[in-house]
């Protein structure tokens, strides 16, 4: 049997890595497809970057159309790649102000390497998102990011409208959560009740995968809102 090298959420959203499609250290990686250009929606731990491009590829992709990766915030799983995949794709980074000290300086209390035993290789971030709300435009689709902190102090959410669809792409929603690194409760839950807010239709998740319709993604938002009353 042929083995998945990639999924299709939805026209013009695709995850190229995670749950089986990558190394199993990694978070899940989104593709939105923009037509002109193309987005990376984190980076996984380094493990498997090789395995990404190629899974991208096969699908048909054309890897020099990916000029745009945005990191969600700093854990090691989501950013370990940055550095590999900034330079297999000539791609420019975006990620808040507040994940610096972990996407930029590397600091490993932040990062959380140690729990994956990895060394971080620190990529560059190019362009430096600051306040609660913005929009960076990927070709033909406009992603939309808000500042969800809680998980980390500079953690962002991002999603797209898409063909009658709002696409929520919302990494690690379930946490974990450890003050050693920033995580603030009380942040998080002002946090998901924004993301409730978006009535998204599909929630593509940093570690459980794809989620819909909108019911079953309120109700996974609502479940872990009581899970951490």
């Keep these: 049997m042929k083995k998945q090298r ?17 190394h199993g250290d990694d978070c899940c990686i989104y593709l939105v497809d923009g037509g002109s250009s193309a987005a990376i929606i984190d980076c996984g731990a380094g493990t498997s970057t090789n ?17 745009t990766i945005i990191v969600t915030h700093g854990h090691i799983d989501h950013i370990g790649g940055l550095y590999f995949l ?26 959380a390497a140690g729990w994956y035993g990895v060394t971080y290789r620190p990529g560059e ?7 609660a709300a913005g929009t960076i435009t990927v070709g033909e689709v406009k992603l939309h990011w808000l500042h969800t902190p809680g998980h980390t102090p500079g953690g962002i959410s991002l999603y797209a409208d898409i063909e009658g669809a709002r696409i929520l792409f919302g990494q690690d929603i379930h946490g974990p959560f450890d003050t050693s690194w920033g995580s603030d409760m009380d942040h998080w839950r002002a946090s998901m009740m924004r993301l409730l807010d978006l009535n998204a239709d599909i929630l593509c998740e940093g570690h459980f995968g794809v989620i819909a319709p909108g019911q079953e993604v309120k109700d996974y938002i609502e479940g872990y809102l009581r899970n951490y009353k």
């Design 6 to 22: 990639i999924m299709e959420v939805y026209p013009r959203v695709y995850q190229v890595g995670g749950n089986g499609l990558s």
């Design 51 to 67: 395995r990404i491009t190629d899974n991208i590829q096969a699908a048909g992709f054309d890897i020099g159309a990916i000029d």
């Design 86 to 111: 900034q330079h297999a794709l000539r791609s420019r980074t975006y990620a808040h102000e507040l994940e610096l000290p972990a996407v930029k300086d590397g600091r490993p209390e932040l990062t």
């Design 125 to 131: 971030v190019h362009e430096v998102l600051s306040g």
